[in-house]
């Protein structure tokens, strides 16, 4: 598979999960000698709406808006309309085939729609409650499927589902993988996320960019954890590399 050539400061999306824009910011100019891409979500627009993004994206960042909508098509495709023309890389929607349709339908050109697969809080367990029979990884790569086939630019999926996703449907689409974690506390068992995994494992399992959060905003040294995301990252491109070499010839 070829990569793409993706800046290594824009692997890591940083979840910006704070409750207000101030700390936001605060984060982004901490950080952003190390990390170009930030994500907002629900929580952080509310309270500061376009500004933040604006902001973030004024300082020559790149900005993922995770607001998976959800609603009606034509209303999807008016809230896309609203992000059209802002410098967004990145929106996330979550829905059936005529929501993924309206979303693609009417973006600009430098902003990739991603459709959300199966949330990383979601496991086998809540598939049986829900009344599913399959497993998560086969729902992962149905709506996959159809998310490509009505023009999405990629997917949210774990990084447990991003090498069948990449066996199954090629190297032509971004995965972007939240539920990353350090990888001395991916099995620590204090996580809300389920289908968690280590950096190094979402890059080698086909993932182009993660998405971490709590472990950095939380870390006594967020810079030098990043430098060593960063490690993590690129040992996983320069094995998956490798991998590739070998079976080419």
Do not use: Y
């Not at 399959?134 to 499927?145: E, H, I, K, N």
Request: overall charge negative.
């Amino acid at each position: 598979m070829t990569e793409k050539n993706i800046p290594l400061n824009e692997r890591i999306i940083f979840a910006l999960d704070v409750t207000s824009p101030d700390e936001a910011m605060a984060l982004v100019e901490k950080l952003d000698s190390e990390i170009k891409f930030f994500k907002v979500g629900l929580q952080l627009f509310l309270a500061g709406w376009f500004h933040t993004i604006d902001a973030i994206i004024a300082r020559g960042n790149k900005v993922m808006v995770d607001l998976k909508f959800f609603d009606i098509p034509e209303t999807v495709k008016l809230a896309v309309d609203q992000l059209k023309n802002r410098g967004v890389s990145f929106a996330t929607v979550h829905g059936n085939d005529p929501i993924l349709r309206a979303a693609v339908q009417d973006k600009d050109s430098e902003m990739k729609i991603l459709a959300v697969t199966v949330l990383t809080s979601f496991d086998e367990e809540d598939m049986r409650a829900m009344g599913m029979t399959g497993s998560v990884r086969d729902l992962v790569l149905l709506r996959a499927r159809k998310a490509l086939e009505i023009g999405c630019d990629g997917v949210v999926s774990s990084a447990l589902e991003a090498a069948p996703l990449r066996n199954d449907l090629g190297p032509n689409f971004l995965v972007v993988t939240p539920g990353i974690r350090p990888g001395a506390n991916v099995d620590d068992g204090s996580d809300d996320q389920r289908r968690i995994a280590t950096a190094k494992q979402a890059i080698l399992n086909g993932a182009d960019h993660v998405v971490i959060g709590r472990p950095i905003r939380d870390s006594k040294d967020p810079l030098a954890l990043i430098r060593d995301l960063h490690k993590e990252i690129t040992e996983g491109l320069a094995k998956k590399g490798a991998v590739a070499d070998r079976a080419a010839v």
